[in-house]
């Protein structure tokens, strides 16, 4: 039996309503996740998968007041283009630039980026307790980087290499970021002696995702045992670089956790509720198949 109701923003009690706008959308896991989650806090309520063109975003995120959503997730290609349309910033949207998370509060609309946050306690979850005085090395500059590195310069790591196939884009958002915290820009060329000497390497481009698992980020012969090889790709679950990573007795960490935890501190923003973490990671495994 479902137990929990909400107040929804209209101020009438009745199912709490969710869901996720992107463009396309039939592909994400979140709603699977979301309506697992629900069930597993007795929670009455939906959440749903929202196919937004662009040019229809300013309509859809007026709709989330209209209808009476309590919530809604912000994926590709959205993430930035949301933000004029909100009411108010959390810090966290603001220092990343990108929203993935909408919280309606009573009509007043707040986003937030639950992504860097959500890789940062995934990783010291299953693989880093401690980011302390590490020295990483990211690979990539796109969106997903910049909410990375944010979240994890919270952490105090020694330093920070930032390397991508687009020099400039590396640079600028170390440039961007160099505030808080030992960060610079590397051309992937020169990345030798930055991942020899690193204790965690994380790929945040979509080198060896599906549908093309074959790809590397970087050459696996750079990597050193005991160092902690870290892929935000999720899909494969265990990417090549993973893989061959392992293989060389590097301790390794998957985009799972990142995918499971961005979502739990959106539910939790939602609801207030703390989120069923496993049963959230176990309905993803199984819609991968
Ligand atoms: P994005 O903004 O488009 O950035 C893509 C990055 O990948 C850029 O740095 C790009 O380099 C690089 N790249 C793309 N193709 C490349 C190639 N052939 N060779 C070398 N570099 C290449 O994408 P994003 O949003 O940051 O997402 C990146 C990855 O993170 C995706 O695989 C996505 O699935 C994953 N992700 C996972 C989660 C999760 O929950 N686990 C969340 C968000 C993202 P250039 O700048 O040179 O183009």
Same mark, same amino acid.
Request: glycine letters at 12%.
């Given at each position: ?45 939906? /959440?749903?998968?929202?196919? *937004?063109?662009?040019? %229809?975003?300013?309509? +859809?995120?007026? =709709?989330?007041?209209?209808? $009476?959503? #309590? ?40 986003? /937030?980026?639950?992504?860097? *946050?959500?890789?940062? %306690?995934?990783?010291? +979850?299953?693989? =880093?307790?401690?980011?302390? $005085?590490? #020295? ?93 090889i ?12 993973l893989?061959?990573a392992q ?5 390794i960490h ?36």
């Open positions: 039996m479902l137990t929990n109701t909400y107040q929804n923003v209209n101020g009438t009690g009745g199912e709490l309503l969710l869901g996720v706008m992107g463009d396309p959308i039939a592909q994400s896991k979140s709603p699977a996740m979301h309506t697992a989650a629900l069930r597993a806090l007795n929670i009455s309520g939906a /959440y749903v998968p929202l196919h *937004i063109a662009p040019e %229809r975003l300013g309509d +859809a995120v007026q =709709a989330i007041r209209t209808l $009476g959503f #309590r919530g809604v997730n912000v994926t590709i290609p959205h993430k930035v283009a949301v933000m004029p349309y909100l009411d108010r910033l959390d810090a966290s949207a603001l220092s990343v630039g990108a929203v993935n998370t909408i919280v309606n509060d009573k009509g007043v609309l707040t986003g /937030y980026n639950t992504d860097g *946050i959500g890789y940062v %306690r995934s990783l010291k +979850a299953e693989a =880093a307790p401690d980011i302390s $005085g590490a #020295r990483i090395v990211v690979l990539g500059a796109g969106g997903a980087a910049r909410g990375i590195v944010t979240a994890l310069l919270q952490e105090r790591p020694e330093r920070i290499f930032i390397a991508n196939r687009t020099p400039d884009k590396a640079e600028e958002l170390a440039e961007a970021c160099r505030n808080g915290g030992n960060v610079s820009g590397i051309a992937m060329d020169d990345i030798g002696e930055a991942v020899a000497a690193a204790d965690i390497v994380i790929n945040t481009t979509s080198v060896g995702m599906y549908p093309h698992p074959d790809g590397l980020p970087l050459d696996p012969a750079l990597l050193k045992p005991g160092q902690i870290s892929d935000l790709i999720y899909n494969p679950l265990y990417t090549r670089l893989t061959e293989e060389l007795g590097c301790r998957g985009g799972l956790g990142m995918f499971v935890y961005q979502g739990a501190y959106a539910l939790e923003y939602w609801t207030g509720l703390t989120a069923p973490v496993e049963t959230m990671r176990r309905t993803v495994v199984e819609s991968l198949g």
